[in-house]
Protein backbone atom coordinates (compact mmCIF):
# COMPACT_ATOMS: atom_id res chain seq x y z
CA UNK A 1 0.00 0.00 0.00
CA UNK A 2 1.22 3.35 -1.04
CA UNK A 3 0.06 6.65 1.11
CA UNK A 4 0.81 10.38 -0.23
CA UNK A 5 0.72 13.19 1.99
CA UNK A 6 0.53 16.49 0.55
CA UNK A 7 1.49 20.09 1.74
CA UNK A 8 2.47 23.37 1.03
CA UNK A 9 -0.81 24.73 -0.63
CA UNK A 10 -1.63 28.76 0.53
CA UNK A 11 -3.12 31.73 -0.85
CA UNK A 12 -0.73 33.80 -2.51
CA UNK A 13 -0.92 36.87 -4.56
CA UNK A 14 -0.35 36.94 -8.25
CA UNK A 15 3.39 36.53 -9.76
CA UNK A 16 4.19 34.68 -6.03
CA UNK A 17 5.83 31.69 -5.62
CA UNK A 18 4.79 28.62 -3.69
CA UNK A 19 6.60 24.69 -3.61
CA UNK A 20 4.26 21.48 -3.06
CA UNK A 21 5.39 18.65 -1.19
CA UNK A 22 4.34 14.95 -1.05
CA UNK A 23 5.43 12.80 0.94
CA UNK A 24 5.47 9.41 0.22
CA UNK A 25 5.07 6.15 2.42
CA UNK A 26 4.92 2.14 1.07
CA UNK A 27 7.22 0.38 -1.58
CA UNK A 28 10.74 1.81 -0.77
CA UNK A 29 11.65 2.16 -4.43
CA UNK A 30 12.16 4.62 -7.44
CA UNK A 31 10.42 2.94 -9.83
CA UNK A 32 7.96 5.22 -10.09
CA UNK A 33 6.28 7.21 -11.59
CA UNK A 34 4.62 10.52 -10.11
CA UNK A 35 3.07 13.67 -10.96
CA UNK A 36 1.21 16.55 -9.85
CA UNK A 37 -2.38 17.22 -11.11
CA UNK A 38 -5.08 19.98 -10.47
CA UNK A 39 -8.54 20.57 -10.01
CA UNK A 40 -9.67 24.31 -10.94
CA UNK A 41 -12.63 25.04 -8.95
CA UNK A 42 -15.99 23.76 -10.04
CA UNK A 43 -14.59 21.49 -12.18
CA UNK A 44 -14.96 17.28 -11.73
CA UNK A 45 -12.20 14.44 -11.13
CA UNK A 46 -12.34 14.07 -15.04
CA UNK A 47 -11.81 17.61 -15.85
CA UNK A 48 -8.20 16.92 -13.57
CA UNK A 49 -5.48 18.19 -15.46
CA UNK A 50 -2.45 16.62 -15.73
CA UNK A 51 0.63 19.50 -14.99
CA UNK A 52 3.73 17.47 -14.20
CA UNK A 53 4.67 14.18 -14.18
CA UNK A 54 8.35 12.44 -13.50
CA UNK A 55 10.05 9.54 -13.64
CA UNK A 56 11.54 9.05 -10.18
CA UNK A 57 14.60 6.78 -11.15
CA UNK A 58 16.16 9.20 -13.77
CA UNK A 59 14.01 12.63 -12.92
CA UNK A 60 13.08 12.53 -16.50
CA UNK A 61 10.10 15.27 -16.60
CA UNK A 62 7.23 16.45 -18.59
CA UNK A 63 5.14 19.37 -18.25
CA UNK A 64 1.77 20.93 -19.55
CA UNK A 65 2.00 23.71 -21.96
CA UNK A 66 0.10 25.59 -19.10
CA UNK A 67 2.90 25.58 -16.82
CA UNK A 68 5.89 24.70 -18.84
CA UNK A 69 8.94 27.28 -17.53
CA UNK A 70 6.82 28.19 -14.14
CA UNK A 71 6.66 25.08 -12.32
CA UNK A 72 9.18 22.51 -11.69
CA UNK A 73 8.59 18.59 -10.42
CA UNK A 74 11.64 17.50 -8.54
CA UNK A 75 11.79 14.11 -6.70
CA UNK A 76 14.37 13.37 -3.48
CA UNK A 77 14.91 9.63 -4.09
CA UNK A 78 16.37 9.71 -0.17
CA UNK A 79 13.44 11.42 1.50
CA UNK A 80 10.61 9.73 -1.11
CA UNK A 81 9.12 13.51 -1.37
CA UNK A 82 8.03 14.81 -4.34
CA UNK A 83 7.81 19.14 -4.68
CA UNK A 84 6.64 21.33 -7.34
CA UNK A 85 7.98 24.35 -7.28
CA UNK A 86 5.36 27.16 -8.59
CA UNK A 87 6.39 30.41 -9.75
CA UNK A 88 5.10 33.72 -11.40
CA UNK A 89 1.82 32.28 -10.19
CA UNK A 90 -1.44 33.58 -11.72
CA UNK A 91 -5.28 33.63 -10.66
CA UNK A 92 -5.88 30.75 -13.60
CA UNK A 93 -3.39 28.86 -11.20
CA UNK A 94 -6.28 28.48 -9.02
CA UNK A 95 -6.94 25.17 -8.10
CA UNK A 96 -6.99 22.38 -5.54
CA UNK A 97 -3.88 20.16 -6.38
CA UNK A 98 -2.66 16.66 -6.00
CA UNK A 99 -0.34 14.50 -6.11
CA UNK A 100 -0.20 10.82 -7.70
CA UNK A 101 2.11 7.52 -7.77
CA UNK A 102 2.28 4.41 -9.59
CA UNK A 103 4.96 2.09 -7.98
CA UNK A 104 6.79 -0.80 -10.21
CA UNK A 105 7.40 1.22 -13.60
CA UNK A 106 10.47 0.51 -15.36
CA UNK A 107 10.34 2.85 -18.04
CA UNK A 108 10.23 6.99 -18.01
CA UNK A 109 7.51 7.36 -20.41
CA UNK A 110 5.39 8.71 -17.27
CA UNK A 111 3.24 11.06 -19.52
CA UNK A 112 1.91 8.04 -20.99
CA UNK A 113 -0.03 7.20 -17.79
CA UNK A 114 -3.53 6.99 -18.09
CA UNK A 115 -4.47 6.32 -15.01
CA UNK A 116 -2.81 6.18 -11.28
CA UNK A 117 -2.93 4.05 -8.65
CA UNK A 118 -2.43 6.10 -6.15
CA UNK A 119 -3.50 9.49 -5.10
CA UNK A 120 -3.22 12.28 -2.47
CA UNK A 121 -5.65 13.70 -0.18
CA UNK A 122 -5.19 17.45 -2.10
CA UNK A 123 -3.79 20.75 -0.91
CA UNK A 124 -5.61 24.22 -2.10
CA UNK A 125 -3.56 26.85 -3.88
CA UNK A 126 -5.56 30.02 -4.71
CA UNK A 127 -3.66 33.00 -6.25
CA UNK A 128 -5.30 36.39 -5.82
CA UNK A 129 -5.18 39.11 -8.35
Known amino acids: QVQLFESGGDSVQAGGSLRLSCARR????????MGWFRQAPGKGREDRETIAVIYASTGFAYYADSVKGRFNISHDNIENTLFLQMTSLNPEDTAKYYC???????????????????WGQGIQVTVSS
Open 26 to 33: GYESDRYC
Open 100 to 118: AANPFRWSSACRLETTWDY
